[in-house]
């Protein structure tokens, strides 16, 4: 068995959600929703809920588990231990690779939320703001305000050079990465290994055991704030709350066409491929399948443990704080302060960053007591990005201590060297974005389809479904959907091979923008020659993690690892 | 705000809530085997009261 266990129930549910809810809940899925068909967006939503999301989380939950009975809990050690050969070691380093460059960038956006809510709670920001309407005229006070603080917002960031005309490009960054959101990062880089040094239970577990019910106070605070709003500007009547959630609700799509809105209707929403394959990626992305964490995670409960039932605890959980606390904040309030083509804008694109990093705080400069709930708003971000970072450690310190036989301390430090030759990689080439973008579509996007697609199969046709359901319902009291079989060995395969092809045809065979880069931004180059290279690292080590795990077994006096 | 409109929110945002708090109450009140299994000091022998 693995050697740590969670310390409850209740605790590795509040750490699977934790993981599973991130930014994307609070600001991508309102987005992506509102660009699809509004209110329509529900019903592909929940079908992919129930023959994508639940099934592949329960595939991920039973292996984890199953490998934790055999004493491991990294996804090459749990692979292997499924098949009995060494070769299947390796399809585990996608899950070592993907959630630790994810980290690298995550980190990143993480320290954004906390240095936004720091300059909006100590005052800084409306420092800057009043700085800027002092010299504005009359009627364009707000406007400047919000210039002021988009400008800000960017500098820190280091997305924007200060002062195009007078440093050279990587110096600007360097200064204002140094001034603006270094510290920040050092912060959320220390607190993040802090946690996973002290260990599942009493880092992952007891942390999670508090910021979760902090991440839903700070939500519900803003939730009431956002429903009180009502016509906050009754010289414009139609920019009122109720508008505002019928925008988000209604079963009408809108799609921005040179620049003006045009509505889609409820049925035409619902026959466009793209609705479908929107709605499996947000399901995909926001429950944190694919990712090879939960097989981790899983990895440390009890065999008596109703692992079904906790698997549906915190997909219900995701749900919940993307739906009914995601889905009634940001789009209501940014219609009636921004106006709908701005939230098009964003969601069409699938722009988390843009939606909450500058459409957002120019709400919170209309918004009365809005410095307060801005930085509320980033509080919460942060920890719900916090939460979601930690389970982002936890698979790769897990394969160094098992695999290298590691002690805690020196995994932590090599994972820390790693991790934050990444981070300062993403953090200093940040101008426009593009290693942080590419970092995303590389192994946010392509290798977690790829991960998920292999580990439904290898589920259900290399683990066998007797076995591995088997797994599951050990311990269950919850009784497992008898079509369940037929769901995994057919539907969710079948639908993960359609969404990837989708998603491989329409990315990279049609020579999207993504592609056109890769050949010719050096920039973009450097970004995937950096994946290659911690992909094939962590090859490497999962090959001397093998060798070793074959020496333990041969000599059966010694301890399993 | 359409009626449609007000039906898939509420639906959705009950539907989660509900989904949600049901998993928190069965997790929280699902006894685990090993509190159901009984060791001999858990027998309580009325006959010794006295």
């Not at chain 1, 400047?144 to 800000?152: D, E, F, T």
């Not at chain 1, 990093?357 to 801005?374: I, K, N, R, T």
Request: hydrophobic share 50%.
């Amino acid at each position: 068995m693995a050697s740590e266990k969670w310390g409850s129930k209740l605790g590795v549910i509040l750490a699977v959600t934790g993981s599973a809810v991130g930014l994307g809940n609070f600001l991508r899925f309102p987005g992506v929703a509102c660009a699809n068909g509004g209110g329509a967006f529900m019903i592909p939503y929940i079908i992919a809920f129930l023959i994508v999301g639940l099934p592949i989380a329960w595939v991920e939950w039973a292996m984890g588990r199953y490998g934790g009975k055999k004493g491991f809990s990294s996804a090459p050690g749990i692979f292997r231990a499924i098949t009995g050969k060494d070769r299947s070691a390796q399809i585990g380093t996608l899950a070592l690779i993907i959630p630790v460059i994810i980290y690298m960038w995550y980190v990143s956006i993480e320290a954004w939320c906390l240095g936004y809510a720091w300059k909006y709670w100590s005052g800084g920001m409306q420092t800057i703001v009043t700085a800027a309407q002092q010299a504005a005229p009359t009627d364009g006070k707000i406007d400047a305000g919000i210039q002021a603080v988009q400008n800000y917002l960017l500098h820190f960031a280091g997305i924007v050079p200060e002062n195009e005309n007078t440093a050279s490009g990587n110096f600007r960054i360097l200064r204002q990465f140094t001034q603006g959101s270094l510290p920040f990062l050092l912060f959320c880089f220390t607190i993040n290994f802090i946690l996973i040094y002290r260990g599942i239970n009493k880092g992952i577990e007891w942390f999670c055991r508090w910021a979760m019910p902090a991440l839903l106070f700070c939500a519900l605070l803003i939730l009431v704030r956002v429903l009180t709003l009502g016509t906050p500007n009754p010289a414009n009547p139609d920019a009122s709350i109720l508008n505002g959630l019928g925008f988000m609700w209604n079963p009408v799509g809108h799609n921005l066409i040179d620049g003006g809105l045009v509505q889609v209707s409820f049925w035409e929403a619902l026959s466009r491929p793209q609705t479908w394959l929107a709605a499996a990626g947000q399901i995909f992305f926001s429950l944190s399948v694919g990712f090879g964490i939960i097989m981790t995670y899983a990895s440390y409960t009890k065999k008596e443990d109703d692992i079904a039932l906790s698997s549906v605890s915190a997909a219900s959980g995701n749900g919940f704080f993307e739906v009914a606390l995601g889905g009634m904040i940001v789009i209501p309030a940014a219609f009636i302060f921004l106006g709908p083509e701005s939230i098009i804008s964003a969601g069409e694109k699938a722009s988390s960053l843009s939606l909450g990093f500058l459409a957002l705080p120019g709400v919170f400069e209309y918004m009365p007591a809005g410095h307060f709930f801005g930085g509320l708003f980033f509080f919460l971000l942060f920890i719900a990005a916090i939460t979601s970072s930690l389970s982002m450690l936890q698979p790769a310190i897990a394969f160094l201590e098992e695999g290298l036989d590691l002690s805690r301390q020196a995994a932590v430090t090599l994972l820390g060297f790693i991790t934050a030759i990444g981070a300062l990689f993403v953090s200093l080439m940040s101008h426009g974005l593009t290693v942080l973008d590419h970092l995303d579509f590389w192994t946010g996007n392509f290798c977690i389809y790829l991960l998920a697609t292999i580990e439904v199969i290898f589920f259900s046709y290399v683990m066998g479904l007797d076995r591995g359901l088997k797994e599951l319902a050990s311990g269950a009291e919850m009784k497992l959907p008898k079509i369940l079989p037929f769901v995994l060995k057919y539907i969710t395969p079948l639908f993960l091979l359609i969404i990837f092809g989708w998603w491989l045809k329409d990315q990279v065979f049609s020579n999207g923008p993504y592609i056109q880069a890769l050949q010719s931004d050096p920039t973009v180059q450097l970004t995937v020659g950096f994946i290659i290279i911690t992909t094939l690292f962590f090859s490497l080590l999962v090959h001397i993690a093998v060798r070793r795990w074959n020496k333990i077994e041969a000599t059966p006096q010694e301890e399993s690892p | 705000m359409s009626p449609t409109g007000w039906i898939i929110m509420l639906t959705s945002v009950f539907g989660m809530t509900a989904l949600f708090s049901w998993c928190i109450f069965k997790v929280l009140t699902h006894k685990d085997a090993s509190d159901q299994i009984h060791s001999p000091a858990d027998i309580d022998p009325h006959d010794q009261d006295d």
